[in-house]
């Protein structure tokens, strides 16, 4: 049995009790960043095994993986914030679970998108969910796609690329677009800045720029 397991994106009690006793049970926790993942283990004196299962490693480990699950292991899989799968690992090992008819189960939990799209004041009943924008090739052609949606568009952004992405964003998009930028979700200092593209890349440079980014776009029918 695999189980996937969402676990906080910011504050650590933001975990279901579900997922709480899931961990304790299972065999094994596979997770990207053991040192990240064991300070969650500890706050809440989890002793279940550690091993990395990260976007560089899952191919070569999937199929040590699938043999413990036949074996009759049980195993969950978490990532350092969220929920496994969404930009995430945990895509592969899914599909293999499913190819070799080995049981899986996804909990429902954390996970920053729908945070900042409700936070964001922007029409959220249709979304599209970009994930992050390739680094350089492909990024402009993506930007292009994105600029023709009539839905509101969330994205996930680095710190050291947030001003960029904004920058190229009023490129594609009418500057007047209403948007926000979502910062640090469910930490001490999450904050929502919110006002069109080019009020968003005036106040850029007195945003703090750490911690996780979520970009979001009205639909252009609103700019």
């Given at each position: 049995m695999l189980y996937l397991v969402p676990t906080p994106v910011g504050n650590l009690q933001d975990i279901t009790l579900r997922a709480l006793d899931v961990l304790r049970e299972v065999d094994l926790i596979l997770c990207e960043d053991t040192r990240v993942s064991r300070r969650l283990l500890q706050k809440y004196d989890i002793g279940t095994a550690l091993q990395s299962f990260h976007s560089h490693s899952e191919h070569k480990k999937l199929s040590g993986v699938i043999?413990?699950?036949?074996?009759?292991?049980?195993i969950a899989l978490i990532s350092d914030a969220g929920t496994p799968g969404i930009s995430?690992?945990?895509?592969?090992?899914?599909?293999?679970?499913?190819?070799?008819?080995?049981?899986?189960?996804?909990?429902?939990?954390?996970?920053?998108?729908?945070?900042?799209?409700?936070m964001s004041g922007l029409p959220c009943n249709r979304f599209y969910f970009e994930g992050f924008l390739p680094q350089?090739?492909?990024?402009?052609?993506?930007?292009?796609?994105?600029?023709?949606?009539?839905?509101?568009?969330?994205?996930?952004?680095?710190?050291?690329?947030?001003?960029?992405?904004?920058?190229?964003?009023?490129?594609?998009?009418?500057?007047?677009?209403?948007?926000?930028?979502?910062?640090?979700?469910s930490k001490m200092y999450e904050t929502v800045y919110r006002g069109s593209l080019a009020e968003l890349i005036e106040q850029s440079e007195d945003m703090n720029l750490k911690g996780e980014f979520v970009i979001v776009l009205a639909p252009q029918m609103l700019s």
């Open positions: 043999e413990k699950l036949q074996n009759g292991e049980k995430d690992p945990g895509y592969l090992l899914a599909a293999a679970c499913h190819e070799h008819d080995i049981q899986l189960t996804c909990l429902p939990g954390a996970s920053a998108i729908l945070p900042a799209l409700v350089k090739k492909g990024r402009q052609t993506r930007l292009q796609y994105l600029a023709s949606l009539d839905c509101t568009i969330a994205l996930y952004e680095s710190p050291y690329r947030v001003v960029k992405c904004l920058q190229q964003l009023s490129e594609h998009f009418d500057p007047a677009t209403p948007a926000a930028v979502v910062k640090e979700i």
